[in-house]
């Protein structure tokens, strides 16, 4: 029986690269007969994508192959639409020969059968470069079934609203079949609200996941269950649940990474259990020096043992610097309230740059998480039954909040809607305390929901689970099962 390959076109931030590599090899644990070739974009000075590679070809030699396809240019935009618009200009022809190659090279004599593509969020365009070759594509979304049911959503309200499609701040809150709430437009990401560039973009995106043959999503359906009942197969493609899927072996891959997570694993072991509150926003959660004095002030009004990771954006420099060894980090004293770092000793502890974020949320001594809502974090703070509070920062995390306070009741909400660097949006000291302190009780119903979910989302990746069932579904409707 011939073996089947899967090509992979995967983003290689970390928060793209790790889930979908950790999906391709829950795929080749499912059938022997699954080869992975993964085509990749990357910088040669992309340290953490280098060392997650190597250690990928450590572990499955015989069942992963990767090829590199150079850098044409590195702008560092963090806006949808402009990813997007990098991959159309620069990088999609230079795929769609190493595609062409890959292809051409099968023949009827090869022991290995060309079964299809998966492509990452932003590489959705290159579905029209399978069906130019009538292969099969599929799309691994790494956010959740809510924000498929939002592509879904634009294609549908598309059709009813010919004349004015676009989304307005004014709008009454949108009915979206995958919430059972209706979902206001200050949750909705900001993107959506720029007719000329995000919402066409957007638009454009929603409709390659509709031409794809299959949809995975990064999540269990006991955690979605009511956007997974309103999937129609008829007038969609089938989605399937694989999650979660987390990279919870993931180890530091710089020597000063591995000195911080020592200094950091240190300190928490020095603390009693579910004491620490976790304050972390992600590789571009930054803050303006006068948050960051509210943050302090609130932390401290809590009484709570905390570990913050800050980085903060000075208002001289937009962008976060890329030369800048603490990673884009402009810090100084006069940042926190007077005396505020002598007044923590013991107590709490700063981390300026990278955290060792899935080994802090496992261990122990963490009692709770603020975090920016993005939803490899939401994953892992399930996975290890950590409540949290939420504070997006941009994109679809603004839903993923809204998601998990009013639609799950799995966190407890600070913000749905902030704004990051935005002098004018400020979330103050006493709201912080207040969150701090309702997330923190023992006896909150958040905590007693999230414990209860962590023990589901485990069983959901195990034999007869529900993710482990959804896989071999798709496995199957991949290359059948014989």
């Known amino acids: 029986m011939k073996n089947v390959e899967l090509i992979f076109v995967p983003q290689t931030s970390k928060g793209h690269l790790i ?33 997650y590679i190597e250690s990928i070809k450590a572990s499955k030699p015989d069942r992963f192959k990767f090829i590199n396809v150079p850098l044409i240019a590195d ?17 999609l022809p230079l795929l769609k020969n190493v595609v062409t190659d890959i292809s051409s090279s099968k023949s009827s004599l090869n022991s290995t059968t060309f079964t299809g593509f998966v492509f990452d969020l932003l590489f959705v365009p290159l579905v029209d470069v399978a069906h130019e070759f009538n292969i099969p594509s599929y799309v691994f979304l790494t956010a959740n079934a809510g924000f498929l049911s939002l592509l879904f959503h634009l294609t549908t309200r598309r059709g009813e609203t010919r004349d004015i499609p676009e989304f307005k701040r004014s709008n009454p809150d949108e009915l979206i079949s995958g919430f059972i709430n209706p979902v206001p437009s200050s949750v909705l990401p900001s993107d959506l609200f720029d007719k000329d560039n995000g919402y066409p973009t ?11 043959k299959g949809i995975m999503v990064n999540t269990f359906e006991e955690l979605e269950p009511y956007a997974f009942s ?25 020597e000063s990474n591995l000195a911080q997570h020592k200094k950091v694993m240190k300190w928490l072991d020095e603390q009693p259990q579910s004491s620490v509150i976790f304050l972390c926003f992600g590789s571009f959660g930054r803050f303006l020096a006068p948050q960051v004095k509210e943050i302090a002030l609130g932390l401290e009004q809590s009484g709570y043992r905390f570990l913050w990771s800050l980085c903060v954006q000075s208002l001289s420099t937009p962008e976060p610097s890329q030369n800048d060894a603490l990673g884009g980090v402009h810090y100084n004293e006069d940042m926190f309230p007077e005396g505020f770092t002598e007044r923590i000793q013991g107590k709490g502890m700063m981390i300026y740059g990278w955290a060792p974020q899935v080994e802090i949320l496992a261990h122990e001594a963490i009692g709770a998480f603020v975090s920016h809502c993005g939803w490899n974090s939401i994953l892992e703070s399930l996975w290890f039954g950590v409540p949290m509070v939420t504070w997006p920062m941009y994109s679809e995390q603004k839903m993923n909040a809204f998601k998990m306070v009013k639609e799950l009741g799995l966190a407890v909400e600070l913000r749905l809607n902030y704004e990051q660097l935005n002098i004018d949006n400020v979330v103050t000291a006493n709201e912080i305390e207040k969150a701090v302190k309702q997330v923190m009780d023992d006896c909150s119903e958040v905590r007693k929901k999230v414990k209860e979910m962590a023990k589901i989302a485990r069983k959901a990746i195990v034999n007869g689970g529900s993710s482990f069932l959804s896989i071999q579904k798709l496995i199957d409707d991949m290359i059948g099962k014989n």
């Open 230 to 254: 309103n999937f129609s197969i008829g007038r969609n493609p089938p989605v399937y649940s694989v999650g979660p899927v987390l990279d919870i072996n993931c180890r530091p891959h710089t």
């Open 19 to 51: 889930p979908i590599l950790e999906f391709a090899k829950r795929l080749v644990d499912h059938n022997n007969r699954i080869l992975i070739t993964v085509v990749l974009v990357k910088s040669p000075f992309d340290s953490f994508a280098n060392a």
């Open 202 to 212: 957007y638009m454009m995106i929603a409709q390659k996941f509709k031409a794809a």
């Open 75 to 91: 702008h560092h935009r963090q806006s949808f639409e402009d990813h997007v618009i990098d991959l159309m200009e620069t990088h």
